[in-house]
């Protein structure tokens, strides 16, 4: 059964260091894998999608990396910002189109990040 | 676009009862899914379609029903609500085309069951 495990469970740093937040998974027959924000009683806000064909994604001041055979992904943050302070997910996507089976977008629990200002 | 919408964004029910959570897209997604989101356990598949007319479980099917009538809509159903369904519960949608998949999520339905 495919886990992912996020850590650290939170993080607290100052305003302007540079992080990086970890995502390992169980079984590397992905398609992709996710990260999405989500702010406090609020939805997932999509960050980057990452293929299983690439090695990674970048925007803005996120870059997100994948390396299947090791099961791992990174979520780096340059420069963080207060504003950046959320819960931060990644997901495994599998495919969809096969019926039976559950496991077709398997989430983290998290990384609650806070950046002071 | 609209994205992925819910309603309610808030319901409190009474052991017993049924109640319908709507999840609308306007992006001609096929695929569309229903989550839950509890402390400590993560989000969790409900249930998923990847067209109209076809459904099928995820990993905590147990107390709900959906269906699919057409691209745009993928209501849950809550046939007798329990406390142990309290819980946010996320709609999302995706394109459906590999190798992409990316997934939209609406912005929750916060349901308490007394």
């Known amino acids: 059964k495919q886990e992912v495990t996020q850590i650290p469970a939170a993080l607290s740093v100052p305003e302007g260091e540079n992080l990086v937040l970890n995502c390992s998974f169980t079984?590397?027959?992905?398609?992709?894998l996710q990260w999405f924000r989500q702010d406090p009683g609020k939805g997932l806000t999509s960050l980057l999608l990452i293929q299983s064909s690439q090695r990674e994604q970048t925007s803005g001041r996120l870059n997100a990396s994948l390396d299947k055979s090791s099961g791992r992904s990174t979520l780096y943050i340059a420069a963080s910002q207060p504003g950046d302070s959320a819960t931060y997910l990644c997901?495994?996507?599998?495919?969809?189109?096969?019926?039976?089976?559950?496991?077709?977008?398997?989430f983290g629990k998290g990384t609650k990040l806070t950046v002071n200002p | 676009n609209a994205g992925v919408t819910q309603t309610p964004k808030f319901q409190v029910l009474k052991t017993g009862q049924s109640m319908t959570l709507q999840c609308a897209q306007d992006?001609?997604?096929?695929?569309m899914s229903w989550y839950r989101q509890d402390p400590g356990m993560g989000l969790r598949l409900i249930h998923y379609?990847?067209?109209?007319?076809?459904?099928d479980q995820g990993e905590v099917p147990n107390g709900y029903n959906v269906s699919r009538s057409t691209t745009e809509d993928f209501p849950l159903r809550l046939l007798s609500a329990a406390p142990s369904q309290t819980s946010v519960y996320f709609c999302a949608s995706s394109l459906g085309t590999i190798p992409s998949y990316e997934q939209y999520f609406g912005p929750g339905t916060r349901l308490t069951v007394t």
């Open positions: 379609s990847v067209g109209a007319g076809i459904t």
């Open positions: 079984d590397s027959a992905i398609y992709n």
């Open positions: 997901a495994v996507i599998r495919e969809w189109g096969a019926q039976g089976g559950s496991e077709k977008l398997v």
């Open positions: 992006m001609n997604h096929e695929y």
